[in-house]
């Protein structure tokens, strides 16, 4: 259960980082690109965009890496939906060992 709810959990603040104001967010935006990190959104649109690899590879270090990432991911076709795809399969998971629990 915790490891499906936490994936699930983890992926959707990927989203989010992508999709929602700091101030909704609570945090600063692109967190995770500034730490050189690379979350399943940007990792969908390198699926997508052969020219994103060697931005993660050098973890978004050079001017206008992250830039240029963002704008390939906003221009990918299938990335956010995929990363929605994987939120909600890790959300049904979390759910169906709730449901296998015996009641108490």
Do not use: C, W
Not at 11 to 19: A, C, K, P, V
Not at 68 to 80: C, F, H, I, N, V
């Amino acid at each position: 259960f915790g490891f499906h709810l936490g994936l699930a959990y983890q992926i959707q603040d990927d989203i989010l980082d992508f999709t929602a104001a700091e101030n909704v967010l609570g945090k600063p935006a692109l967190a995770d690109m500034d730490l050189g990190l690379s979350t399943a959104p940007i990792l969908y649109a390198a699926q997508e965009y052969d020219e994103l690899k060697p931005l993660i590879k050098r973890r978004f270090k050079n001017n206008g890496d992250k830039q240029m990432a963002l704008e390939t991911l906003y221009k990918s076709e299938t990335a956010m939906e995929k990363v929605k795809l994987l939120a909600q399969f890790h959300a049904q998971r979390a759910v169906d060992a709730l449901i296998r629990l015996p009641q108490s």
